[in-house]
């Protein structure tokens, strides 16, 4: 067998696997791309509602702004090095051997899940953003201009391309006719009634005084659970007074400490960008990677073995494979309570739980497996025994009859979710 082929069936034994990694990968990944910073100071503004201000949000309509973001994300993870590209679709190779791009944004995605980092943004309009990740010697961007897609990665001189241009046309001519998908409030005032409506039993919406950030006054808006049992403390997000554009977001965690997500802008500018801000061409010697060659590469090496009884209603956009495939695989998705203290429970495949490093199966990669001790908390209870594994976060009780249990709640509240289940 050859070194590659190798290493990549070791791969995608340790993805199905890594349960927490999926869970806490998105989680970390979805709320550390919020925009936000800290702040100074207390500057003196006119009295606002939480309604008003949530209103004053959903008026904002700027459409040209530049700037630098720093965000810093503690989950609590131990250091995932290299290893957080390989549970990532598309990254660091496949079966025949042919390697993705590091430039993929997809294989990007998890870098932003730790740590602290530097970004530098740029938007104009609908159909022209720029994202760029700077490290201390290299400089990772994401330009979106028109149709084109361009991702340059300078520490490995490669570059990801792709072209939508279906995909812009309707963004741009929806953008302009001010269409709105069915059942979506229309107005700023429909909008915060909702927001405000859906609070109502789980979540407390205020304003908490005044603050600077990236030297404009902002109004700070707290929202915190009202339920016990979720990891959540609460959220404050800094309103631009001016604008409405929220410029600082912080999710502290109920158990104290500093916070998960910190984020936000160090600068702001809302005048429009230079039209060469969006201009790339892949400097000489750059390797590119089209997107399509991607998508038909982990099209025809998709597992084989996910479960034909999915549920029909699958979410639009994904792949046919999930709705063909034969086997074994997750399903059974519930929704355990509702609001802050939601729990996920489905089913591994197979109706196993995780094997240990001392497991007859001597199918799990020595990195999986530390990740996993490093996370892993045993517990039992009326459902019998299984591991929890912890985050800052979002918690995750894999039993050993093989169903899991996730959440951003407490690892109390998932046991007590697993013996109710029973």
């Known amino acids: 067998m050859a070194p590659y082929e190798s290493e990549s069936a070791g791969r995608r034994k340790a993805t199905r696997y890594v349960v927490p990694v999926a869970v806490v990968g998105v989680a970390a990944a979805t709320i550390g791309l919020v925009p936000a910073l800290a702040d100074s100071g207390n500057p003196d503004l006119p009295k ?16 040209q702004m530049s700037g630098t973001v720093k965000i810093s994300t503690d989950l609590g993870l131990p250091s995932l ?14 079966s025949d051997g042919k390697a993705g791009s590091s430039a993929d944004p997809q294989s990007k995605l998890m870098e932003l899940a730790t740590g602290t980092h ?16 700077l490290d201390d010697a290299a400089e990772y961007s994401v330009i979106h201009n028109g149709d084109e897609v361009w991702a340059y990665d300078s520490a490995s001189n490669e570059a990801y391309h792709a072209k939508d241009a279906a ?7 929806k953008h ?3 269409e709105t998908p069915k059942g979506v409030p229309a107005t700023p005032k429909e909008l915060a009634d909702e927001v405000l409506k859906a609070s ?21 808006l707290l929202v915190k659970p009202k339920q016990a049992g979720s990891t959540v403390g609460g959220i404050t997000i800094s309103v631009d007074a001016k604008t409405g554009v929220p410029l600082k977001f912080t999710l502290t965690p109920a158990g104290g400490g500093k916070a998960v997500v910190d984020a936000g802008f160090t600068k ?25 060659d991607l998508k038909a590469r982990d099209k025809s090496h998709a597992p084989k073995d996910l479960p034909k009884d999915l549920p029909k209603d699958l979410p639009k956009g994904m792949p046919k494979e999930l709705r063909d495939a034969q086997g074994g695989g997750m399903n059974d998705l519930k929704v355990i309570g509702e609001g802050w203290t939601s729990i996920a429970e489905l089913k591994l495949p197979g109706g196993q739980g995780l094997p240990t490093g001392g497991s007859s199966s001597g199918d799990v990669p020595p990195e999986a497996q530390k990740f996993m001790d490093a996370l892993g908390d045993h517990v039992t209870g009326k459902f019998g025994s299984g591991t929890v594994f912890s985050t800052r ?19 109390d509240a998932l046991v007590k979710a697993a013996n109710a289940a029973q």
């Open 48 to 63: 606002i509602s939480a309604q008003q201000l949530i209103e004053k949000i959903a008026k904002s309509d700027v459409q």
């Open 81 to 94: 090095g290299g290893m957080a590209g390989g549970f990532t679709p598309g990254a660091g190779g496949s």
């Open 118 to 133: 530097t970004l530098r943004i740029a938007a104009d309009g609908p159909d022209r953003h720029k994202l760029s990740v």
């Open 167 to 173: 995909a812009a046309g309707d963004r741009a001519a």
């Open 176 to 178: 302009r006719k001010g």
């Open 200 to 220: 109502g039993k789980t979540t407390s919406i205020s304003v908490e005084g005044t603050s600077q950030v990236a030297g404009r006054d902002a109004y700070k």
């Open 268 to 292: 702001v500018d809302f005048s429009k960008p230079a039209a060469s801000t969006f201009d790339f061409t892949p400097p000489k010697g750059t390797k590119v990677t089209e997107g399509d």
């Open 393 to 411: 976060l979002v918690n995750a009780l894999i039993t050993d009859d093989g169903k899991v249990y996730a959440g951003a709640v407490t690892k």
